[in-house]
């Protein structure tokens, strides 16, 4: 088990297939959108993201075993900033073309190294500000075009942001308990709890859906719940800076979504934004790798 972390075709193989999966999830979860409600999908998504978890803890020997914790409020933190995080992004694709949502999400990575400086007391280098810098000029190409077009598609990009943010903040909070809690429980309650949280908007009205919607819904449960498994073993087989390269490959999926499924065309401000974006979570991963590496001599 000392050698499970030199295995990096095992983690950029994992790590491609998170990203098909991923997607998967989102390409159901824009499926669902005009007939589903918000919290109706995240419950379906998370209860059935349960179902792959608990076979895999299963298969590991880790349940129920790995689910003990010294930690309950800093899981209610980390799977309360998750929740929220898993709401504004189902929010932010029902608006926007599958790709920019997933880009979107990429400004977590820099985010949470920006967070590491504000709550953890990790020095702002200059990696970090590069990294920074790149993210918001690439926001800013994605967005400022469409500020005087569609409202709705505006407040997409605000959602996803929002998301983005909210994870970072969840990870930064993996980032203290992870100390003395597994990667296992981790996954679990977060799960847990965010089902619990879309279970809550029952009573603001859920509606009957179709068989082929119940499908939609239960499939983006299994494919969210089998890419956290895949991104977790991925993270485990390979370090993040081997990882980070393969970021531009996952957008490949959500962009051939978008072209083959929905129909919908890739924008100028996606296309100026998608290095701008990705070349900050690079740097960003690097800076990580950076701080980490003394820590192993």
């Excluded at 978890?53 to 933190?77: C, D």
């Excluded at 597994?182 to 309650?189: C, G, R």
């Amino acid at each position: 088990m000392n050698n499970v972390a030199d295995r990096p075709l095992a983690g950029i193989v994992l790590r491609l297939l998170s990203g098909i999966l991923f997607t998967g999830m989102m390409v159901c979860v824009k499926a669902v959108s005009t007939q589903v409600p918000l919290g109706q999908t995240v419950f379906f998504r998370s209860a059935f993201a349960l179902l792959p978890i608990v076979i895999f803890m299963t298969w590991r020997r880790e349940f129920p075993r790995a689910l003990a914790t010294r930690k309950p409020l800093g899981h209610l933190v980390r799977s309360g900033l998750g929740a929220a995080a898993m709401f504004a992004s189902f929010a932010a694709v029902a608006r926007l073309p599958v790709a920019e949502a997933t880009l979107l999400a990429q400004l977590s990575p820099v985010a949470m190294a920006v967070g590491g400086v504000l709550l953890l007391g990790e020095r702002f280098t200059l990696h970090r500000a590069a990294a920074f810098a790149l993210v918001l000029a690439g926001v800013a190409a994605l967005v400022v075009p469409d500020l005087g077009e569609s409202r709705g598609q505006v407040l997409g990009y605000g959602l996803g942001v929002l998301a983005a943010l909210l994870t970072a903040g969840a990870l930064v909070t993996v980032r203290r308990i992870s100390r003395t809690e597994t990667a296992a429980s981790i996954a679990f309650y977060f799960v847990l709890v965010t089902a619990l949280a879309g279970l809550a908007t029952l009573p603001l009205g859920w509606v009957a859906v179709s068989g082929p919607t119940l499908a939609l819904l239960v499939l983006a449960g299994l494919f969210g719940g089998a890419a956290h498994i895949c991104m977790t073993l991925a993270l485990r087989y390979a370090e993040v800076s081997r990882l980070a390269p393969f970021e531009y490959v996952a957008l490949i999926w959500p962009v051939l979504a978008d072209l083959l499924i929905f129909g919908l065309p890739l924008s100028g401000g996606f296309l100026v934004a998608l290095p701008l974006v990705l070349g900050g979570a690079a740097l960003a991963a690097l800076e990580g790798r950076r701080l980490r590496r003394p820590l192993r001599q």
